[in-house]
């Protein structure tokens, strides 16, 4: 399950128990509202949550996951999300459910070796189903 976070603002000066300032994608000063959206490996929506604007991003996964849980009942999940998201509290309660997690990492900030690695495109072999590429990482370097 893909998860990741916006928010959008309202055209109001008064907060309310939703709408709260908060830190805005795009920089406005409105109260805004957080929506927190898990989509599946067709980019369909699956489960979504609103929460007040003033909650930080990294906050909304792990009640959201506690919703998908429920909803969905004991599957096993993996949960891809960028590198701000999947730390600390969030990462912890992923292994302690025995869930697989994929992080994104920038190839730009990654060292010369595994850059290097990445960006060679010898060893990708086609997914099934036309949705990616896979490299085989024996023998790769380590990522950092």
């Known amino acids: 399950m893909y998860y990741d976070v916006t928010n959008y603002y309202w055209e109001v000066d008064r907060e309310d128990e939703l709408r709260k300032r908060g830190v805005s994608k795009e920089h406005r000063p409105e109260p805004i ?9 067709s980019g369909l929506p699956v489960s979504y949550g609103l929460f007040p604007g003033n909650t930080n991003d990294v906050a909304t ?15 096993h999940l993996i949960y891809v999300a960028d590198k701000g998201m999947m730390g600390g509290m969030n990462l912890a309660q992923i292994i302690l459910e025995h869930y697989g997690y994929v992080i994104s990492s920038s190839v730009r900030k990654a060292d010369a070796e595994l850059r290097s ?3 060679d495109p010898h060893g990708y072999t086609a997914l099934a189903g036309g ?3 896979s490299k085989n990482p024996s023998g790769s370097p380590k990522a950092s």
């Not at 509202?33 to 490996?41: C, E, K, R, T």
């Not at 996964?61 to 004991?74: E, F, T, V, Y």
């Open 131 to 133: 949705c990616g590429e």
């Open 117 to 119: 690695f990445i960006l």
């Open 33 to 41: 509202v957080q929506l927190g959206l898990f989509m599946d490996h």
């Open 61 to 75: 996964m792990r009640p959201m996951m506690q919703k998908l849980a429920d909803s969905l009942g004991n599957h």
